[in-house]
């Protein structure tokens, strides 16, 4: 059975800064295309980032390249999210993803129902 679990959420104010985590168990990670989505209430999941084996890492560019880094330690079976220069927007609840499937299309990994594995989410709260 493959386990996901974050952590890493916070109230942070806007410009701060916050790193999430995703401890990844039951499968091997390195092989694993890995993917943070996000979703604040009324609205639907979205693609943050992902960390793939072909590719390399992929970044929602409308809402947060430049502000947001995603990386992997496949030693430690863990996934990260570097959050900085938070706005208000960026509230949300904060998912890591796990897919079994090696894609050489980018957009693949942007579509939440091409993830197999999920974990439970943390809250990031930016206030102004």
């Known amino acids: 059975q493959v386990q996901l679990v974050e952590t890493g959420g916070g109230l942070v104010q806007a410009g701060g800064s916050l790193r999430l985590s995703c401890a990844v168990s039951?499968?091997?990670?390195?092989?694993?295309?890995m993917g943070w989505f996000r979703q604040a209430p009324g609205k639907e999941r979205e693609f943050v980032a992902a960390?793939?084996?072909?590719?390399?890492?992929?970044y929602n560019p409308d809402s947060v390249k430049g502000r947001f880094t995603v990386s992997r330690d496949n030693a430690k079976n863990t996934l990260y999210l570097q959050m900085n220069s938070l706005k208000s927007e960026d509230t949300a609840v904060y998912y890591c993803?796990?897919?079994?499937?090696?894609?050489?299309?980018?957009?693949?990994?942007?579509?939440?129902?091409?993830?197999?594995?999920w974990g439970q989410g943390t809250q990031v709260t930016v206030s102004s």
């Open positions: 993803a796990a897919s079994r499937t090696i894609s050489s299309s980018d957009s693949y990994y942007r579509t939440p129902r091409n993830y197999d594995y």
């Open positions: 039951g499968r091997t990670f390195r092989r694993t295309v």
């Open positions: 960390v793939t084996t072909l590719t390399g890492t992929l």
